[in-house]
């Protein structure tokens, strides 16, 4: 990692760096390091640093639906257009071994980082709402200037439709009594049935979405602002995928029971003349609830993305709400 930052140091700070101290260094989707710089100048600069994961499993998962492809593209082509919090980017691209971004340490800047298994509130839930809804709004039908955030859609339904049905089934193995009985046989009959399930979530315009918005990826930015890291599976999708997964992932069920309709209809408002109708709108919520779901029982099969302990919670609140909207009954 030195090699590589000393070798394009003047592309990403623009100047020589004199000195590099590794604070921390993690594996699982992707590596993730945190480093303090000191810079020619004298200025102490401190970054975080994203790269191919040490596991080949979790390279695999990254390399084969390219989804580095979706990071480097957000953070070099359209992190300055989006109304949401994020890391400024010191450089991104590929490499002939894979990729590297870099950013900011957001740890450095008074930022409140979120752990993956935190619980938000429904007002935290409003202020990320409204700003995906500002972000959703502005990308409108409009995401065929970035051709990219198409194609890893088209991908993953063709890998989808190959591995559902196994990785759904491990990850059901894996994590017990979290998923009720009742949720097995829908579960694997979507997986079966992948394509169907996926057309029945997408219905309407696109737009630009985050698809991964757990509590992991979360930030409040010194500002005040919420914020979202981990854009490796942005792309062209639905707007209820957004939502949905945030709320399935991010809210105690009772919280989500309480608040759900009335956060909707407040990001519908946000979204203006282009949102769908109410019903429209809670059929689709509820649709989508279903990949949030299998998101996190994909994660769980695959193991090395996250921990067990942490994996237990998200799918447990993933799927007590797919039992509370009767998600699979709505596909």
């Known amino acids: 990692m030195e090699k590589i930052l000393r070798k394009f140091q003047t592309q990403l700070f623009g100047q020589p760096v004199e000195e590099i101290e590794i604070l921390d260094d993690q594996s699982g989707t992707t590596r993730r390091t945190r480093a303090r710089l000191r810079l020619n100048d004298g200025q102490e600069l401190s970054v975080f640093i994203k790269r191919p994961s040490r596991s080949l499993i979790a390279r695999a998962f990254v390399a084969v639906p390219r989804l580095s492809r979706a990071e480097v593209g957000f953070y070099t082509e359209l992190r300055d257009q989006v109304p949401i919090a994020t890391p400024q980017c010191h450089g991104a691209g590929h490499l002939w071994r894979g990729f590297i971004v870099v950013l900011e340490d957001l740890t450095d800047s008074g930022a409140t980082l979120r752990s993956s298994t ?23 039908g409009r995401t065929e200037s970035h051709p990219w955030l198409a ?32 949720l097995r046989q829908p579960i694997s009959r979507y997986a079966r049935n992948r394509r169907v399930g996926q057309a029945a979530m997408a219905v309407g315009p696109t737009t630009l979405i985050h698809n991964d918005c757990h509590p992991g990826n979360q930030f409040v930015a010194a500002d005040g602002r919420p914020g979202l890291i981990d854009w490796q599976l942005c792309r062209a ?17 009772e919280t989500r029971r309480s608040a759900e309709r009335e956060l909707l209809a407040d990001y519908l408002n946000q979204l203006g003349p282009v949102a769908p109708t109410v019903d429209e709108a809670w059929l689709a919520y509820r649709r989508n609830v279903v990949y949030a779901l299998e998101a996190m029982l ?11 302990s942490t994996s237990l919670v998200l799918v447990n609140r993933a799927a007590t709400a797919a039992a509370d909207l009767d998600s699979f009954g709505a596909l």
């Open 118 to 140: 935190d619980a938000i509130t429904a007002d935290e839930a409003a202020s990320l709402l409204a700003s995906l809804a500002a972000m959703h709004k502005q990308w409108w």
């Open 151 to 182: 194609r890893n859609p088209q991908r993953e339904l063709k890998l989808g439709a190959m591995l559902s049905p196994s990785l759904c089934r491990l990850g059901l193995w894996r994590v017990g009594s979290a998923v009720p009985d009742s």
């Open 237 to 253: 999708g639905p707007w209820a995928r957004d939502v949905a997964y945030l709320l399935a992932t991010s809210l105690e069920p």
């Open 298 to 308: 994909v994660t769980a099969a695959v193991g090395v993305m996250m921990p067990k």
